[in-house]
């Protein structure tokens, strides 16, 4: 079916019909171009997003990579950047593919309908022409018939009237006779108008209109084939990528799949496992020995020991003065005598196993000077040997000194190794963790005092000096107080703290006060020194009486 013939007469319908089509693809255009703006949001959003969880600087040393979870989680991260990408694609896509061409083609559709309808007012107006034209032939032929027929009855008037001359009935009939002429050929031009205007409408409704509304209608249905395509490529531009999206997914379900807690579990293990064994049992402590002490000794007027500088016990301050808190920072050493013994194995291994990567690697480079170096003396004309000395020397001085400094860790790891043996196999009964323990590094263990290790103070103020006796201390009793059982020093301690005494490793002082959930215990020496130690330094012995 076709307009030119069905719709003839429908003029303004194709028109209206027409400028609607172009329209919709106007609203379509703009639909394709929001659509492409929200893609493109939603992609910078999903790139900021991951932009704002994922780490910032990501090395091998990163401990939270040794885990699977977080692992699985930068994974998760990368794929969805990936995801974002192809979002943005997607919005290429369609502002290339369908924006822009749908763009081009309604600048197109826009000037090819204009020039239809002005072929087909261009041809309106002919005809309006050519039936003006017939009009005014019309008219003149009516006009010159009513004229003809007054001068012919004029003429009949003036013959029959017997006081009229000759001449004047000779005029008026002469008049009469040039109305009559004057008549055929007004009829002969309203006859040939009327036949012109015939043709001129037939080619109007049968030829050139006809031919508009074809042009027409060929022109609306291959807007509408576009917008169709149009249609299509909005849905195959996602489509397209589906593939890729799909991929990511599930490599996000592969990342969550990855997950193993039994081995972050493992890593959690390997990276804080200290090393020392589990705090034995606690005896039970029999204060009732003090009451029958005192008691006797009341009775018997035993002397007092001599008073002391300050009668405040040391219970009540000694919280607050020890270094031991969360505001000293420990000095790492370069032996890592800092860390708890398996961590600290953990440690010399990787710095020996990093160590002999690069001792190879000098070695390599050793061997390549030394191959290329005989390769010029044989050919001198390839180079000059005297040239390759420096490399030479000094690669043989890494290598020396890469050497050094594995045996150097190798012999701290064989005592790392040999004092974590010894303590697995010994017995001693110790309180390595918990409210217990005088200091907690960060991972979790407690930090023992070595040759190699110091403590600092952030106030910036530097330690007070260790006293030579009791009466130097500001809170212990004015009484001496009696040993309620023995320590044996278990490690050696510096004491360089103000209210700690110094003990070297196996040495025996009197208990003269248990810990009190602190993680000190209170000791005196031999020579009369009195001062607190950490409870995890020591094997305590209760006096049985």
Not at 75 to 94: F, H, K, P, S, T
Not at 143 to 149: F, N, T
Not at 164 to 193: C, F, G, I, W
Not at 302 to 316: L, M
Request: proline share 4%; charged share 30%; net charge negative.
């Amino acid at each position: 079916m076709e307009w030119g013939t069905e719709l003839w007469d429908q003029y303004d319908t194709i028109e209206r019909q027409t400028q609607w089509g172009i329209d919709l693809i106007e609203k379509y255009v703009k639909f394709v171009k929001d659509r492409t703006e929200i893609e493109q949001t939603y992609a910078k959003q999903l790139r900021t997003l991951v932009k704002k969880y994922s780490p910032k600087r990501v090395s091998k040393e990163d401990h939270e990579l040794k885990f699977s979870q977080y692992q699985a989680f930068i994974n998760i991260l990368n794929e969805l950047n990936d995801y974002a990408g192809q979002r943005e694609v997607i919005a290429e896509n369609l502002m290339q593919n369908i924006f822009a061409q749908l763009l081009k083609y309604l600048h197109e559709n826009k000037q090819e309908r204009k020039t239809y309808l002005l072929e087909g007012r261009k041809a309106q107006q002919n005809l309006e022409v050519s039936f003006k034209q017939l009009d005014n032939a019309k008219k003149r032929f009516e006009r010159d018939c009513k004229e003809a027929e007054k001068a012919m009855q004029n003429a009949e008037k003036v013959n029959s009237d017997i006081n009229t001359t000759k001449a004047d009935v000779e005029k008026a009939k002469q008049q009469a006779n040039l109305r009559n002429h004057m008549v055929e050929e007004s009829k002969n031009e309203y006859a040939s108008q009327l036949q012109k205007y015939n043709k001129d409408q037939n080619q109007f409704y049968f030829a050139e209109m006809p031919h508009v509304f074809n042009k027409l209608q060929e022109m609306d249905e291959k807007r509408i084939q576009k917008l169709c395509e149009a249609y299509k490529m909005f849905a195959d531009t996602e489509r397209q990528v589906m593939p890729i999206i799909g991929k990511c997914l599930d490599g996000m379900t592969k990342a969550a799949e990855s997950v193993n807690e039994s081995a972050d579990s493992r890593v959690l293990i390997e990276a804080h496992k200290s090393g020392f064994e589990r705090p034995g049992e606690l005896e039970f402590e029999d204060y009732s020995q003090m009451i029958n002490r005192t008691s006797s000794e009341n009775s018997l007027g035993s002397v007092k020991s001599e008073p002391r500088a300050d009668h405040r016990t040391i219970g009540k301050s000694k919280t607050k003065r020890w270094p031991f808190g969360k505001k000293n920072k420990l000095i790492v050493s370069e032996d890592f005598s800092h860390l708890p013994p398996e961590q600290r194995r953990k440690k010399l291994q990787q710095k020996i196993d990093d160590l002999n990567k690069e001792l190879q690697k000098q070695l390599d480079q050793s061997e390549a000077l030394d191959k290329m170096k005989d390769v010029y003396q044989r050919n001198p004309q390839m180079g000059d040997p005297n040239s390759l000395e420096p490399g030479i020397t000094e690669t043989n001085q890494q290598i020396d000194r890469l050497r050094q400094e594995v045996q150097k860790y190798e012999t701290w790891l064989a005592d790392a190794e040999g004092k974590l043996v010894a303590r697995n196999d010994s017995c001693v009964q110790y309180i390595p963790h918990g409210d217990r323990s005088p200091s907690l590094n960060n991972n979790g263990s407690h930090d023992k005092e070595s040759p190699d290790t110091t403590y600092s103070d952030d106030s910036g103020q530097e330690p007070l000096p260790q006293p030579s006796s009791l009466s130097e201390f500001d809170d212990f009793e004015d009484d001496l107080v009696h040993p309620i059982g023995s320590s044996t020093a278990l490690y050696p301690f510096d004491g360089n703290s103000e209210g700690t005494i110094p003990m070297a490793e196996g040495e025996v002082l009197h208990l003269i006060e248990e810990d009190k959930g602190d993680g000190w215990t209170r000791v005196r020496r031999s020579d009369g020194g009195e001062g607190y130690v950490p409870t995890s330094y020591v094997k305590i012995t209760l006096s049985r009486q």
